[in-house]
């Protein structure tokens, strides 16, 4: 079992960024890969950035490419969200979930065991 927590989320104006994290407990954080999903209001759950076990490899949605980073610190059991050059349509709850184990390109919810509880953000223009 892994729990996560997320954490940074708030309100920021458009061309602001903002850097969300997800700390995780009670498993072997470096055995997940890792990624971040968003959910705005009456949308589906889709896909932002994901991260191998070892942080190595990086894949990003074609609409974050550029402006998001993701990044890990195995030592502290945390994945990061680096955003930048926000606007409104990045409005959203986002979460982070873990994938133990699992290896390539990780970009279905389907293929995640484990959520956080999500931590809003919010792009004013």
């Known amino acids: 079992q892994v729990l996560l927590v997320e954490s940074g989320g708030g309100l920021v104006q458009a061309g602001g960024s903002l850097r969300v994290s997800c700390a995780a407990s009670g498993g072997t954080f470096s055995r997940c890969a890792m990624g971040w999903f968003r959910q705005a209001p009456g949308k589906e759950r889709e896909f932002v950035a994901a991260i191998s076990r070892s942080g190595d490899s990086t894949y990003y949605a074609d609409s974050v490419k550029g402006r998001f980073t993701i990044s890990r610190d195995n030592a502290k059991n945390t994945v990061y969200l680096q955003m930048n050059s926000l606007n409104p349509e990045d409005t959203a709850v986002y979460y982070c979930?873990?994938?133990?184990?699992?290896?390539?390109?990780?970009?279905?919810?389907?293929?995640?065991?484990?959520w956080g509880q999500g931590t809003q953000v919010t792009v004013s223009s």
């Open positions: 979930a873990a994938a133990p184990f699992r290896v390539g390109p990780l970009t279905s919810t389907r293929q995640y065991d484990y």
